[in-house]
């Protein structure tokens, strides 16, 4: 019923820069939260970015002053600015929400399939 479609991703060399964006779909009535999370080869899932009701938004201390995440409420969809890539940043990123589904009394957690993100020269 509920989809989270992410695109964008790929192979950057370090130090430049990737967008990425991911659309939900579906009978959704509202998004709690929606955001990004990460994950390389052999570590835990991490979170990257999140934003939540109010407009409010919390990052991962290794990828403040570098990411940048915003919501089009419009259109259901969020956007992950990724600048000054590091080797570390290379993972799967994963889209994440916190939404209530129409007819539902309760919100829950929905992930995108997610997308590769390689920095590497």
């Known amino acids: 019923q509920v989809q989270l479609v992410e695109s964008g991703g790929g192979l950057v060399p370090p130090g430049g820069s990737l967008r990425l964006s991911c659309a939900a779909s579906g009978s959704i009535f509202s998004i709690n939260a929606m955001g990004w999370y990460r994950q390389a080869p052999g570590k835990q899932r991490e979170l990257v970015a999140l934003t939540t009701s109010g407009g409010s938004t919390n990052y991962a201390d290794s990828v403040k002053g570098r990411f940048a995440i915003s919501r089009d409420n419009a259109k259901n969809t969020v956007v992950l600015e990724m600048n000054s890539l590091k080797r570390e940043d290379t993972a799967v990123y994963y889209c994440?929400?916190?939404?209530?589904?129409?007819?539902?009394?309760?919100?829950?957690?929905?992930w995108g399939q997610g997308t590769q993100v390689t920095v590497s020269s």
């Open positions: 994440y929400a916190h939404l209530l589904k129409r007819g539902s009394p309760h919100a829950y957690d929905y």
